[in-house]
């Protein structure tokens, strides 16, 4: 079973960036299909990036050229880069691990571990 924790989370201003990391443990971690989603309130939970084992990445339109998702195995932690950042990021961003290769479209219903969350506000 994975564990995962996430930290980075916070309050910024529009255009500004942040970065999120994720860190596993437990069996496997570096042979799952990471990804990060976030929730605002009131609305469902929304795919943002997956990275695969072989380091094949997808994104959500809507953060396509801001985000960036990568991982470092030897640390066992994932990141999300979000630069630009636009009210509409506002959102409880989680970590999720998925028992087998990353597929398109990115579901949560694909993922069977996750994080608690972190919050990420952007005002503008």
């Known amino acids: 079973q994975v564990q995962l924790v996430e930290s980075g989370g916070g309050s910024v201003q529009a255009g500004g960036s942040l970065r999120l990391s994720c860190a596993a443990s437990g069996y496997g971690y570096s042979s799952k299909c990471m990804g990060w989603f976030r929730q605002a309130p009131g609305q469902e939970r929304e795919g943002v990036a997956t990275?695969?084992?072989?380091?094949?990445?997808r994104y959500a339109t809507s953060v396509k050229g801001r985000f960036t998702i990568s991982k470092d195995n030897a640390e066992n932690t994932l990141y999300l880069q979000m630069n630009i950042l636009k009210p509409e990021d506002t959102a409880m961003y989680y970590c999720a691990a998925a028992g087998w290769g990353c597929i398109a479209p990115i579901l949560a219903g694909d993922f069977g571990a996750w994080g608690q969350g972190t919050q990420v506000t952007v005002s503008s």
């Open positions: 990275i695969g084992s072989d380091g094949i990445t």
